[in-house]
């Protein structure tokens, strides 16, 4: 069956209520809007989560375990990248999560460090489980051999048997689509983050081959540019 269905609905909501709920998504699975509290969420969130998913399905253990709000944005950190400075300006936890620097003349906001944020919250969780080691970002897919999960900090025993198989009938290809379609989901900015549209169009689902993909998601492009500033 290749069907996937996710079928936890317990925390839905209408998209109308969606500011105004405090608790939207588990923790590991948590959009990094949500974690900061950001005003105008919305269905962006949704991706972020099936992301998360894709990337457990793979490996077999969660991609990012966080033990607390501030470890699953440590986390979100160090496996994706930078938090966009306008979304920690927005965010009514900026001065709980982030610290202030100047550089030149200009003001920019850094996530503490573990050592920085617990040396101020001592009751806060600490982190728990870690992300695979040799797992530095989501590239590093291409290599990672799935039995590293489990070793000592691996949360579960390996699930490989209901795990995304890529590895007998799939190609590398297969498994370079995946990986582009997994870092299209979790783009932290949510204004760059895909659309259900997009990822319904992408090659690991329709099959396409991705360097078509991408040379027809290029083209499009540059024809919306040259019609905007033509």
């Given at each position: ?8 609905f317990g925390n ?9 709920k405090?608790?939207?998504?588990s923790?590991?699975?948590r959009?990094p ?6 005003r105008?969420?919305n269905?962006?969130i949704d991706i972020?989560?099936?992301g998360c ?5 793979y490996l077999?253990?969660?991609i990012m375990?966080g033990n607390s709000s501030?470890d699953?944005?440590y986390k979100?950190h ?6 966009p400075?306008y ?6 936890k900026?001065n709980?999560y982030?610290t202030k620097?100047?550089?030149?003349y200009t003001?920019?906001?850094?996530i ?7 040396k101020?919250?001592p009751?806060e969780?600490?982190s728990?489980y870690e992300?695979?080691k ?6 590093d897919l ?7 999960i489990?070793?000592?900090n691996s949360l579960?025993?390996s699930m490989?048997?209901?795990s995304l ?17 997994m870092?299209g ?7 760059k983050?895909w ?9 690991f689902l329709?099959?396409e081959k991705?360097?078509k ?7 499009e ?6 019609n905007?500033?033509?």
């Amino acid at each position: 069956n290749e069907n996937i269905k996710i079928a936890d609905f317990g925390n839905a909501c209408l998209l109308s209520k969606l500011n105004s709920k405090i608790y939207v998504q588990s923790l590991y699975y948590r959009a990094p809007e949500a974690i900061l509290h950001n005003r105008d969420k919305n269905e962006k969130i949704d991706i972020w989560s099936i992301g998360c998913i894709l990337g457990e399905l793979y490996l077999g253990n969660p991609i990012m375990p966080g033990n607390s709000s501030y470890d699953q944005l440590y986390k979100i950190h160090s496996l994706i990248g930078e938090i966009p400075q306008y979304m920690i300006e927005e965010s009514v936890k900026k001065n709980i999560y982030f610290t202030k620097t100047k550089d030149n003349y200009t003001y920019n906001y850094r996530i503490k460090s573990p050592e920085e944020f617990y040396k101020e919250y001592p009751d806060e969780p600490k982190s728990e489980y870690e992300i695979p080691k040799n797992l530095k970002n989501i590239d590093d897919l291409i290599n990672v051999k799935r039995d590293i999960i489990k070793s000592k900090n691996s949360l579960h025993k390996s699930m490989h048997n209901s795990s995304l198989s890529l590895n007998s009938t799939n190609t590398k290809e297969d498994l370079v689509a995946f990986i582009h379609l997994m870092k299209g989901m979790l783009q932290i900015d949510p204004k760059k983050r895909w659309s259900c549209k997009q990822c319904l169009k992408h090659p690991f689902l329709t099959k396409e081959k991705l360097d078509k993909y991408i040379s027809s998601q290029l083209n499009e492009i540059n024809q919306f540019m040259s019609n905007s500033f033509s």
